[in-house]
Nanobody
């Protein structure tokens, strides 16, 4: 089992940047995936990005390609989401998720471990 804790959210203006963090603790397997999802009020939970922990392979939603970048620090068991050129449409609660085995899936239904979320608000 694994515990996930997000941090780094806040209120920013359009065009600004934020870096979200997701710290993992507890038992982990050697081959697993960590991902970011987001959910705005009244909308479905939406895939943002995913990374293979061991290999570093990434996949991004079309809406964030070129603006968001995933990275991870294995020593700290932490995943980062660097968000640049933020838009008002990026406003949502951002959730960290994990799954086994290491397949880059984009459906929230395929992830069994979730953090509590961190709020990102982008003003115009």
């Amino acid at each position: 089992q694994v515990q996930l804790v997000e941090s780094g959210g806040g209120l920013v203006q359009a065009g600004d940047s934020l870096r979200l963090s997701c710290a993992a603790s507890g038992r982990t397997f050697s081959s697993y995936v960590m991902a970011w999802f987001r959910q705005a009020p009244g909308k479905e939970r939406e895939f943002v990005a995913v990374i293979s922990w061991s290999g570093g392979t990434t996949k991004y939603a079309d809406s964030v390609k070129g603006r968001f970048t995933l990275s991870r620090d294995s020593a700290k068991n932490t995943m980062y989401l660097q968000m640049n050129s933020l838009k008002s449409e990026d406003t949502a609660i951002y959730y960290c998720a994990a799954r086994w085995p290491a397949i880059l899936l984009t459906s929230a239904r395929d992830y069994g471990y979730w953090g509590q979320g961190t709020q990102v608000t982008v003003s115009s």
